[in-house]
Nanobody
Framework: VQLQAFGGGLVQAGGSLRLSCAAS????????MGWFRQAPGQEREFVGA????????YYGDSVKGRFTISRDNAKNTVYLQMNSLKPEDTALYYC???????????????????????????WGQGTLVTVSS
């Protein structure tokens, strides 16, 4: 699986951006997908995740109510709509794919399964988002 994230850029505080993550491979529709971010000198932070069919979404506390994750399995693409951006949202944003079967996640793991970067098997190269004050 190859992931390519794009759509980052420079935006003023209060503005919006939409990130996209395009995936190769026919099994994209089976994967849980996540977005993480990492600012200089900081640890990688969970932003959001979406289950294989888009039925459930999860968000980090710092982005709840401002960011929305969605996916289009026909296009092998997952999106991150970011609104009301703040300077503290400045970071390199990564998309990631989790290939564990959804029924196993639902059966054996809690709802916080997707919050950990360790759950993901494939990562994109990152796209830079810079929010100016």
């Amino acid at each position: 699986v190859q992931l390519q994230a794009f759509g980052g850029g420079l935006v003023q505080a209060g503005g919006s951006l939409r990130l996209s993550c395009a995936a190769s491979g026919r099994a994209f529709g089976d994967y849980g997908m996540g977005w993480f971010r990492q600012a200089p000198g900081q640890e990688r932070e969970f932003v959001g995740a979406i289950t294989w069919n888009g039925g459930r979404t999860y968000y980090g506390d710092s982005v709840k109510g401002r960011f929305t994750i969605s996916r289009d399995n026909a296009k092998n693409t997952v999106y991150l709509q970011m609104n009301s951006l703040k300077p503290e949202d400045t970071a390199l944003y990564y998309c990631a794919a989790d290939t564990k079967p959804a029924h196993e996640v639902d059966t054996y793991y809690s709802s916080t399964y997707y919050y950990s970067a360790k759950r993901y098997d494939y990562w994109g190269q990152g796209t830079l988002v810079t929010v100016s004050s």
